[in-house]
C-alpha cells in the first residue's frame, strides 16, 4: 500500500466535511465543487486495481464524475441498486463548469443550496436560467454507498481528526450521521 493510497479516503473526507461546512454556510458553488472532489475521491479510491492508475490521473478522466462512476459500476457488476444515485452523479458533475467562470455555457444560471429532496426550489425569472442543485443528503448517501462497497468505515477517518465545527457539519441534515460520529 503506497502513501497515496492510504491519504486518498483521508482527503476525500475531509473535501465531504468541507463541502458541508461550506454548505452549512450557503457558499454556492464553492460547496457543490468540495463535494465534488470528495465524490471524485472515493470513486479513485474504489477503483483502485480496476481501472489503471495513469487512466485515473489523466486529463480527460481526472474530474470526470460520469466516467469514474460507469467504471465504478462496472466494477460492481452493474448493480441496479446504484441506479438511483446516477442523478446525483450528473448533477454533481454540472457543478464541475462552474470552476471556470469564462467557460460557463449559459447566459444566466441559479444556484441552490438544498439539504433534502422534499427543499428543492424552481427558479422564478423572467430570464430562463440553468439550475444548478445538488441535493446534499443524496450525496451523503451515495458516499456512504461508496464506503460500504470498498469497505470503509466512514468513523476511521474522523475520530481524533476533526474538531467540533467538523464533527458538527457532519451532523447537519445528515441521514448518516451516526455512521459518521457515533
Known amino acids: 500500500m503506497s502513501l497515496r493510497h492510504d491519504l486518498l479516503p483521508q482527503w476525500a473526507t475531509q473535501y465531504y466535511v468541507a463541502g458541508r461546512q461550506a454548505a452549512c454556510a450557503n457558499l454556492a458553488p464553492v460547496y457543490c465543487n ?12 474504489a477503483l483502485i486495481g480496476a481501472v489503471r492508475p495513469e487512466q485515473l490521473r489523466s486529463r480527460e478522466f481526472g474530474h470526470n464524475l460520469p466516467w469514474l462512476w460507469e467504471r465504478f459500476r ?12 446516477n442523478a446525483t452523479i450528473i448533477a454533481l458533475h454540472e ?8 467557460k460557463i455555457p449559459h447566459d444566466a444560471i441559479f444556484m ?3 439539504w433534502r429532496p422534499e427543499d428543492a426550489v424552481k427558479s422564478h425569472s423572467t430570464k430562463p ?3 444548478y442543485e445538488v441535493i ?3 450525496v451523503d448517501r ?10 470503509l468505515n466512514p468513523t476511521f477517518f474522523v475520530r481524533g481528526e476533526l474538531k467540533r465545527l467538523g464533527l458538527d457539519a457532519l451532523r447537519y441534515e445528515n441521514p448518516h450521521a451516526a455512521r459518521w460520529v457515533p
Open 142 to 151: 451515495l458516499i456512504i454507498e461508496i464506503l460500504d462497497r470498498i469497505p
Open 129 to 131: 436560467a440553468h439550475q
Open 74 to 85: 462496472e466494477k460492481e457488476k452493474a448493480d441496479p441498486a446504484l441506479d438511483r444515485f
Open 112 to 114: 441552490a443550496v438544498t
Open 34 to 45: 468540495l463535494l465534488h472532489h470528495a465524490v471524485e475521491m472515493f470513486l479513485k479510491y
Open 95 to 102: 457543478w464541475e463548469e462552474l470552476r471556470y467562470p469564462d
Open 136 to 138: 446534499i443528503s443524496d
